[in-house]
């Protein structure tokens, strides 16, 4: 899936979530869901002891800063029982770097699944050094089946 860009209008933001949320809706829950997206947003280092209210769906490990965009993943996050994978491993930043752009190191590059499925992730991080697009790199999740 692909988000919004910051900049965009917050209609489009909303015709995105509310598209996902029935994509989402559709995968009856005794099944796996993963979604990876580039979410265009930031959701920051930490979770609910040190921010305040994201404990059930990240980890402590995410990348640096947080901005406005991140509560939006971690509300639809919440609403449909999803984690965001890749905050829950902790890795050298060149292995959480999704975003490499102008000088910057982002991450906006997130793989969710449902919390009920969280024990069968193993692992989930960039390969650092290889790109699926023009500055985005791959994120990996290992799940056992």
Not at 9 to 32: A, H, N, Q, T
Not at 93 to 101: G, L, M, N, P, Q
């Amino acid at each position: 899936a692909y988000a919004p860009q910051v900049g965009c209008e917050m209609e489009e933001k909303e015709k995105f979530w509310s598209e996902l949320d029935e994509v989402e809706e559709g995968v009856p829950r005794k099944e796996r869901l993963v979604i990876g997206a580039d979410f265009n947003c930031y959701v920051g280092e930490g979770n609910r002891g040190e921010s305040g209210g994201d404990e059930e769906v990240m980890g402590r490990y995410g990348l640096k800063e947080r901005n406005m965009e991140w509560q939006m993943v971690v509300d639809f996050a919440e609403m449909m029982e999803m984690a965001v994978m890749n905050t829950y491993f902790k890795k050298k930043e060149d292995h959480r770097v999704t975003d490499k752009s102008g000088g910057r190191c982002t991450q906006v590059d997130y793989v969710l699944c449902r919390r009920c499925n969280l024990k069968e992730i193993g692992d989930c991080k960039v390969l650092a050094g290889d790109s699926i697009a023009k500055q985005h790199r791959m994120v990996v999740c290992r799940i056992a089946l």
